[in-house]
């Protein structure tokens, strides 16, 4: 590299503690590792995921979505766990030393860090074929952490935002409607509602693979079916405008059931919490809404407001196509 | 893949928490996230490297080797701050799902893991150019991580073990003895080392880009200058041998003092409790020299036995060569 590793960490992601205000970084980027105080009476929880160009992301995404995403996946998955983001560690793998990618990365990565206050504390920049790793650590007050395991037949089903926008965007390619592109490129990590669930959801999954994949994930650790409402699945005007231009409905819910890369949250409420649930998140970015009920019968059943069932068609619904993040 | 991620991780990752008898971790592989307990009274001590497949490690390089190679590099970092080595993630993205070759990373990974007791909690499989990055996950008494600042002048400077093992079997390929081989794919983390130098160590960082480089890292964040002695560099019989055939002695010297993958300790202890640091790690693995000392005057200085000044002269040394970790 033109740039060593040393000058590029200290250039880019070197910054002053003040980026962020923490005073439980004991000490951060510099030394052979980090050192972090965690709060007495809570829990730590961490996750980490990696995204590869040309498998998780297109080779033209710009590097400021590639900075954001790389950190928000990982910041939805500490939602899922009603954790608090704290810090992060992130390993860089990059052909070439390229300043303006790395600034653009960097300003991408930052922003989003910025907002929830998490911390870059550590990692290392490689040369190699382009690839990102990030680990986030979170905190939550200790036994309360949101887990997949646990919902029970009778359970509300609710989704936050909208579906399908990032799998619209994936599809339309180049033609895709800003919004849309956007929600592709930037996705928002429900950390607000995430902190809202807890000591409140009976089960949580952030949807990284699909309605259908992620609820099916969450169904393996709790009460086995589940039926979903197709025309409750929450759409924005974006993905209505261009599901209409479709024409076909079959399309429209496949792609909402199936399309990975949305990264809301998934979640199930029992029905004497739901009135609570539903006012908490009410005023938090991305709102929910209902869209089924766990059912004690094995399976997912897809059924239109007029009870005829309805099964999806399309070829995105795999069960394992990508992740356990 | 053949195998999708959920399977690949089930089927050679997810393993009984008996493997390592730990009790703080609250949730280990199959959530969106891992939770686990730090105790009160410790500070949490975390580092993240990547080994990228023609960088970091030969094509070659046996998967047993990368599985072993990618924790100890961590671990190495874990125990140049004084820190008891817990848990740690793991991102493995490889072009193919491989059965045979995850099955040998495993193994050599785990073993290396249930020998200190760090339980790998989470992480994902990518498809892609082959690379490993792990995340490690150590505890230390509160306050008392071992730093690379702190050196000052008048100060011993010792290493670990035996240097040049692993340079020199970068160097010979094919034809270096096992016992170097195994040194370049299986190096052995300082862990006992790093334990032992808490409250004695005035600075301590781990030698992966060679002592040179590393040292100078060192003298950056404390008193600005050293001197070695190169006579003093221990060698190990494998070594020695090689050099031997080499015949010229600055081949020798250059090789020990330039470069990397040893992954001993370099350190330094003020003189009032060289004796207690070096009754303390006689009887660990690799035990401990002294190389030289802290002075002043900056600049590291490299003298023979007979006060002649002898200066390194191989293209091994390259100060920002690979690494931060």
Chains 1, 2 share one sequence.
């Not at 759409?235 to 399309?251: K, P, R």
């Not at 496949?254 to 004497?272: H, N, Q, R, S």
């Not at 539903?278 to 209902?290: D, I, N």
């Amino acid at each position: 590299m033109a740039l060593s590793e040393f000058e590029l960490i200290r250039r880019f992601f070197d910054r002053p503690q003040a980026a962020t205000g923490r005073d439980d970084v004991v000490l951060g980027i510099g030394d052979d590792a980090a050192v972090v105080t965690v709060p007495e009476d809570c829990d730590l929880v961490l996750c980490m995921d990696t995204l590869v160009a040309g498998v998780h992301f297109p080779e033209a995404t710009s590097p400021e979505a590639i900075g954001h995403k790389a950190l928000a996946v990982n910041l939805s998955d500490l939602a899922a766990m009603g954790a608090e983001p704290a810090w992060f560690t992130l390993s860089v793998t990059l052909p070439a030393a390229d300043a303006d990618w790395l600034a653009a990365f960097a300003r991408g990565m930052f922003r989003l860090a910025d907002h929830y206050r998490v911390q870059l504390i550590g990692g290392d920049v490689t040369r190699g074929p382009l690839s990102v790793t990030v680990q986030a650590h979170g905190l939550v007050p200790r036994g309360e952490a949101l887990r997949r395991a646990g919902a029970a037949a009778g359970d509300r089903i609710y989704v936050t935002g909208t579906l399908g926008d990032a799998g619209m965007a994936l599809r339309q390619g180049v033609q895709a409607a800003p919004a849309l592109r956007q929600r592709l490129d930037f996705p928002s990590p429900r950390v607000e509602a995430g902190l809202a669930l807890r000591g409140l959801a009976s089960a949580v999954i952030d949807i990284s693979d699909g309605l259908l994949a992620d609820l099916g994930h969450l169904l393996e650790a709790g009460d086995p079916g589940a039926e979903l409402q197709v025309d409750a699945l929450p759409a924005s005007a974006g993905f209505a405008a261009a599901a209409a231009t479709n024409g076909a409905e079959n399309v429209h819910y496949d792609i909402a059931l199936t399309a990975g890369d949305d990264y809301e949250l998934c979640f199930t409420v029992p029905p004497d919490r739901c009135a609570e649930a539903e006012s908490r998140l009410a005023g938090l970015p991305g709102g929910c809404t209902v869209v089924g009920v766990i059912e004690a019968h094995p399976g997912i059943r897809c059924r239109r407001r007029d009870g005829s069932s309805w099964v999806p068609t399309g070829a995105g619904y795999q069960h394992f196509r990508n992740g356990n993040g």
